[in-house]
């Protein structure tokens, strides 16, 4: 596998492409978890779909159009959500569906053959070109940047709104930027494991790094190492193997949080029936 590193440019972008996106999924996946908005991060998701049929349809770069998309799901969820007595669930359930409907009635008009959108759908990090490697080194940078920069910020927003909102931060513009960067992150994840499996590693990192600290600043870097390690044992897998990469990283991300939760919690048992012997004596 380091011999092919080195030999093949597929496998470099594959490595740096999961990087990128690990990184970020680390930041926003922490936030995302705590602030209970993965149903909303799968609706941003698959909305996206239609901007990919879009940009084909058109003739421009398909990333470009879930990005647009994506984008303007997450401020329509925001907004629609706020002054509708229906709830968020509906509306997310609307935009989900319709954003799908859209790529498939797009991909429908194109002449000719359609386009394999396998890739898009389920992620193929070992076909990522350099394009979509810049479009996802951009993202990672402009989302690392409102994090860090409002980090006092994005922690008193997480720990109490309306304390935060006495302290004198604008929570409305804090929202709007939160589903402006989870629309990023899911770009910039589509790529690597595709727009129906984006929840898992947006979510299994994050939670994973939330069983060890409390600490926001550690639970993102861990939460970022973990997305590291997830993807590139998932190329590797699927480089040897001959499978699926995006559904390797997800599979593997998953049965590490189901793993982990399970030795948890059997530790909590022995150490309840440690704490009720100790009283008995």
Known sequence: MMQALFNYQFLQNAVIGGIFASIVCGMIGVIIVEKKLV??????AHTAYGGVGLGYLMGFEPIIGAFLFAVL???????????????????????????????????????????????YLFGNILSVTRSELLMMFLITLLVSIAVIAFFNHWKVFLFDQEFAGILGIKIAWLDNILLILIAMTVVALIRVVGIILVIALLTAPAAIAAMFTTNLAKRMTSAALLGIFFCLFG??????????????????????????????RIRAKKSLGRAGSGKNL
């Open 235 to 264: 190329i590797y897998l699927s480089y040897q193997l001959n499978i699926a990469s995006g559904a390797a990283i997800v599979l593997l991300s998953g049965c590490t949080y189901f793993l982990l939760y399970l030795l948890k």
């Open 39 to 44: 149903m909303m991060s799968g609706g941003i």
């Open 73 to 119: 799901a997450a401020l329509g969820i925001g907004a629609i959500s706020k002054h509708t007595r229906s709830g968020a669930d509906v509306v997310i359930g609307l935009f989900w569906s319709m954003g799908m409907a859209l790529g498939i009635l797009f991909i429908a008009l194109m002449p000719g053959y359609p386009p394999d959108l396998s890739s």
